[in-house]
């Protein structure tokens, strides 16, 4: 199973970048998927999750700037971010989860700096 997430770069205060993950050698249509980030010195944190049936969840600090969104034939996995800020600096990482097999899996992380 390979999670590979990118689109990570440095932006401005209010700018938007795209983060995608493509999946491979997994049934991407059954999991759970996800955006985590973890900011230097503190503990990584759910951005925003996508189920398998598409209802998603937000992070307060990213409601109505960011925006989960899948598309299972292409195994991929987006994060549309808006109106960033300094904060959201962190590296962000892609999840997925099949809860009832218990099966979880890790990208490599993508890098977002934002600068004021």
């Known amino acids: 199973v390979q999670l590979q997430a990118y689109g990570g770069g440095l932006v401005q205060a209010g700018g938007s970048l795209r983060l995608s993950c493509v999946a491979s050698?997994?049934?991407?249509?059954?999991?759970?998927m996800g955006w985590y980030r973890q900011a230097p010195g503190k503990q990584r944190e759910l951005v925003a999750e996508?189920?398998?049936?598409?209802?998603?969840n937000y992070a307060d600090s990213v409601k109505d700037r960011f925006t989960i969104s899948r598309e299972n034939v292409q195994q991929m996995v987006y994060l549309q971010m808006n109106h960033l800020k300094p904060e959201d600096t962190a590296v962000y990482y892609c999840?997925?989860?099949?809860?009832?097999?218990?099966?979880?899996?890790w990208g490599q992380g993508t890098q977002v700096t934002v600068s004021s």
């Open positions: 996508i189920t398998d049936d598409g209802a998603v």
């Open positions: 999840n997925a989860k099949y809860l009832r097999l218990r099966r979880e899996y």
């Open positions: 050698r997994i049934g991407f249509s059954a999991y759970d």
